[in-house]
């Protein structure tokens, strides 16, 4: 199978996800990383489906939407529930959940006043992140092994929330507290756990 994985060159959860599953499961796959140049040539010419990245080829055929790429990405390296559909949507709801936060997120993005973005990020940083943040490390409390978010294995759900994760606290978001993981220990310490995994950590390397 001929893979090819377009994004931007930098490590955002929606690509992260599925260029980690993919290096960690030992596929391989062509890594293309259009700078904003390239990726206008490609929006322009009608070839990505929404008009975004990324996008996956799979021997030709693209896909799109950053879901369901790691969705497909984690079942050919085997970091997505087989055979098991409770797993497998609970997987699914974690990836949403990304997206929900990168929503979240994204509304003060658009805010062109610097002042009521900041006011827009100081309340996202004291009440919404926190909210949130408490919610996933309830759904990481629920399963039953709290090394992982579903079942006993890694899957995409923990890849995804790690790169959400190191996006909303990395201080890359003016405004954000970099701390706000220091309220939810288990998150953390799962946070911590998947950044330490040997091949997350070889992969990471590239952006150091
Ligand atoms: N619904 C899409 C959203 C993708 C998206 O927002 N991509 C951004 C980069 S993170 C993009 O291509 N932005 C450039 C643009 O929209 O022109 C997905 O899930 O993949």
């Not at 008009?51 to 879901?67: E, F, H, K, N, T």
Request: glycine fraction near 8%; proline fraction near 4%; charged fraction near 25%.
């Amino acid at each position: 199978m001929q893979l090819k994985l377009m994004y931007f060159d930098f490590p955002f959860w929606r690509a992260e996800v599925s260029r980690l599953a993919l290096h960690l499961g030992g596929i391989p796959f062509e890594d293309v990383r259009p700078n904003r140049e390239a990726f206008m040539a490609m929006k322009r010419s009608g070839e990505l489906p929404y008009g975004q990245l990324p996008v996956l080829d799979v021997d030709g055929v693209r896909i799109a939407q950053s879901v369901s790429i790691a969705r497909f990405c984690g079942q050919v390296s085997g970091l997505y529930p087989k055979d098991h559909l409770v797993d497998q949507a609970r997987v699914d709801e974690l990836l949403d959940t990304c997206t929900q936060l990168t929503h979240i997120l994204g509304s003060s993005m658009s805010i062109k006043d610097a002042e009521e973005k900041m006011r827009a990020r100081q309340k996202l940083g004291a009440k919404v992140l926190p909210k949130w943040l408490g919610f996933l490390e309830s759904r990481l409390n629920q399963n039953h092994s709290s090394d992982y978010f579903v079942g006993d294995h890694l899957s995409v759900a923990d890849l995804a929330i790690w790169r959400i994760l190191g996006w909303l606290t990395g201080g890359i978001l003016d405004g954000i507290p970099t701390n706000l993981l220091e309220a939810h220990p288990h998150l953390k310490a799962h946070y911590d756990r998947i950044g330490d995994l040997e091949g997350v950590r070889s992969w990471m390397a590239r952006y150091a």
